[in-house]
């Protein structure tokens, strides 16, 4: 089971930290991911990371804004976001890897915080 | 605009066989494993094909996945009316060093 934590209303240019904390399972062989979804709107792959951090992938619209970490020994995948923009405003997934990279499927997914950000 | 398209919508009679279609390049389809994700209004994603054609236990044989060449297919047949979904399709990009999906396909069941 995945639950995602820290959304809500932010104004624009600043910031945000979501948590997701995984359970039943064993967090730290698994690679995490955030997917974000504009209600209405389609998928979109946010970043990733290994099981180790060693790998961390970006999607260039959140590439140096968003930093992707975890801590295994608390079973958590965290996403600080900085410089928040208007069409940063979605619901936002943690989802799980397959595998401890980052190249698996996406099994399974948490049930989504909102981050909405609006003056 | 995503990377990878699909048909915005699809639909079909009970019992009918409906195919969504997912079109990439040779960076993302044509390279690597595509997955479907079925999504039901106000509930998050759930896996429904991965490695193109393998399907999680739980998944009715109704749901098959294919691929050719930089271009990949769900079908649904004997469609029934808790198919209606959206269904959204996804691949690594090795150029863009991370996933990319489909625009999604919402299925109706007439």
């Known amino acids: 089971q995945l639950v995602e934590s820290g959304g809500g209303l932010v104004q624009p240019g600043r910031s945000l930290r979501l948590s997701c904390t995984g359970s039943g399972f064993t967090f730290e062989d698994h690679g995490m991911h955030w997917v974000r979804q504009v209600p209405g709107k389609g998928l979109e792959w946010v970043s990733s990371i290994s099981w180790n951090s060693v790998f961390i992938g970006y999607a260039a619209s959140v590439k140096g804004r968003f930093t992707i970490s975890r801590d295994n020994a608390k079973n958590s995948l965290y996403l600080q976001m900085n410089s928040l923009r208007a069409e940063d405003t979605a619901l936002y997934y943690c989802?799980?890897?397959?595998?401890?990279?980052?190249?698996?499927?996406?099994?399974?997914w948490g049930q989504g915080t909102l981050v909405t950000v609006s003056s | 605009q995503s990377v990878l398209t699909q048909p915005p919508s699809a639909s079909g009679p009970p019992g009918q066989r409906v195919p969504i279609s997912c079109s990439g390049s040779?960076?993302?389809?044509?390279?690597?494993?595509v997955y479907w994700y079925q999504q039901f209004p106000g509930t998050a994603p759930k896996l429904l094909i991965y490695r193109n054609n393998q399907r999680p236990s739980g998944v009715p044989d109704r749901f098959s996945g294919s691929k050719s060449g930089t271009s990949a297919s769900l079908a649904i047949s004997g469609l029934r009316s808790e198919d209606e979904a959206d269904y959204y399709c996804a691949a690594w990009d090795d150029i863009m060093g991370g996933w990319v999906f489909g625009g999604g396909t919402k299925l109706t069941v007439l």
């Open positions: 040779s960076s993302n389809i044509g390279s690597n494993y």
């Open positions: 989802a799980r890897d397959s595998s401890g990279s980052i190249r698996g499927w996406f099994d399974p």
